[in-house]
């Protein structure tokens, strides 16, 4: 049996932000996750969009969350590496029912502390945006909406949390938590038991699932699916800003913003489903993110998507973000209710879950040796002649171009499989520094990438998998192969 002192459960962005604040203390912490990889589901399917709250609901957990999270990630990003821009948002109205909302919504944003939301009369919102529709009324700015990699944001946020000390287990299921005398005692996983006196339910979309093991769960978690295009960098109608829509009583509605990596991102949908795996797309939601958008931006381009995806948000039943602890079973905190602003009060979420752990008993005691920064993987293509010249005398590997599309080299995919909590699969790649994320979607570089998976892991090429347990790439041997024993 393995030993802990916290067992975190879900290496999601709240997952990981939470195992980072408690490695500032010397404190032995686990996180466990059922998947391949760090990033959960949310955290890694989302608009990749860093709130201010300004439309969250006042006096509420989230809001104070989202609130206190937005002007950490200045220090963040820098400390951990990872790129994020405060582009600000646009919320325009293009009918007189829409802009008579106006005041509400920014009277809202003074009620959760966010008072930086500006009115913009239509010319002004025509000169920050031209790709608006030109029967826009007027609108609202929010400067402090920004733009991040939440694939780099998970993974930052893990590596430093493990070279401080925390151990993942990953391709690890919890089955079962065991308590004794109204106390946790050990979590029960198919990798063995881990005995601990604090477990931290941040498994999200199957939080309830986990809730239930101790008796726990008085709530519902429904997926709630968001679909989303992805465009070509070179498409021909852009947006400098990210553009919202003026909410209505059901949905947040669709916007369209850019990526933080120069694409156009237009989505999503808000479909709740009957079960938490299905991330198909859709002609129907698909259509559906085309019609409402355009009515915004009528020149956007649809017809320049390279790929669409789908992520499941964790609807809570009753609504509403909690991070609740028991009197009657101590050593348990449970997050549930963590939905689209989940990716920005992650930070701020480590710390909250941190005091409430030090609230029921835990000890903490700071680090003397804490280390709060970490370097992310060299970029490439972000590179100046001369520093390119200099990193491919360093590693000859950078001089290789792989990801034609990304001008990914041969270099990066190494690294991102050699480093603390290394990619072990083609998305792990993927997600790591975007080989297979252009125009081509992986049609050029994908075998390549298959191929330095095989020599770096020391597996058959037919062993290297796409992502999950036995999603493998390559079927069978060619004849050649088998003439010449490859294995």
């Known amino acids: 049996m393995q030993k802990t002192d916290v067992v975190v459960i879900g290496a999601g962005a709240v997952g990981c932000a939470v195992a980072r604040e408690l490695s500032k203390y010397q404190v032995h912490v686990t996180v466990v996750d059922k998947r391949d990889d760090i990033g959960g589901d949310a955290s890694k399917s989302n608009s990749a969009i860093i709130h201010t709250g300004y439309d969250a609901a006042p006096g509420t957990l989230e ?79 929010i400067p402090r909406e920004s733009i991040i990699d939440p694939f780099i944001l998970v993974q930052a946020l893990a590596e430093n949390a493990n070279e401080n000390g925390v151990d993942f287990m ?90 933080i990596h120069g694409n156009m991102l237009v989505g999503p949908t808000a479909e709740d489903l009957d079960n938490k795996v299905d991330v198909s797309v859709t002609a129907e939601g698909l259509d559906s993110i085309y019609e409402d958008v355009r009515k915004m931006i009528p020149s956007v381009n649809i017809r320049d998507t390279i790929t669409q995806y789908s992520g499941l948000r964790p609807n809570r039943n009753p609504e509403g973000l909690h991070v609740d602890v028991y009197d009657d079973l101590k050593g348990y905190v449970n997050l549930s209710g963590v939905r689209s602003t989940g990716l920005t009060l992650s930070v701020a979420m480590g710390k909250y879950v941190t005091e409430k752990l030090k609230e029921i008993g835990l000890n903490l005691i ?25 990193v491919i005398r360093e590693n000859p590997l950078y001089g290789t171009i792989i990801c034609r599309c990304e001008t990914i080299t041969e270099g990066e995919i190494v690294d991102a499989i050699r480093r603390p909590l290394g990619a072990r699969t083609v ?13 081509c979607q992986g049609g050029f570089c994908g075998p390549k990438v298959i191929e330095i998976l095989a020599r770096e892991l020391e597996i058959p090429a037919d062993q290297v998998e796409k992502n999950l347990k036995g999603s493998y790439m390559v079927t069978g041997r060619n004849k050649k192969q088998r003439e010449n024993g490859y294995v």
């Open 63 to 141: 809001s104070q969350l989202v609130v206190a999270a937005n002007p950490m990630y200045d220090e963040l990003t820098k400390d951990l590496d990872i790129p994020f821009e405060r582009i600000g948002a646009v919320l325009p109205a293009f009918t007189g029912e829409q802009f008579e909302k106006l005041p509400a919504i920014k009277e809202k944003a003074f009620q959760n502390h966010v008072y930086d939301v500006e009115y913009l009369s239509r010319e002004e919102l025509l000169l920050k945006e031209p790709e608006l529709n030109p029967e826009v009324k007027g609108g609202l700015y």
């Open 170 to 259: 990953l391709n690890t299921e919890v089955t079962d938590i065991r308590t004794a005398e109204g106390s946790v005692t050990a979590v029960v996983t198919t990798q063995g038991e881990i005995e601990t006196s604090y477990v931290v339910n941040a498994a999200a979309l199957h939080c309830d699932d986990i809730a239930a093991m101790v008796g726990k769960a008085d709530y519902k978690v429904v997926a709630r699916r968001g679909q989303f295009y992805i465009l070509d960098k070179n498409t021909n109608c852009k947006v400098k800003n990210i553009v919202l829509p003026i909410p209505t009583k059901i949905t947040k509605g669709k916007l369209m913003t850019p990526t």
């Open 366 to 390: 700071l680090k003397d040796d804490f280390k709060k920064t970490r370097k992310g993987i060299p970029c490439f293509h972000k590179m100046t002649e001369e520093e390119q010249e200099a």
């Open 427 to 439: 998305d792990a790649v993927k997600r790591r520094v975007r080989a297979g994320m252009g125009r």
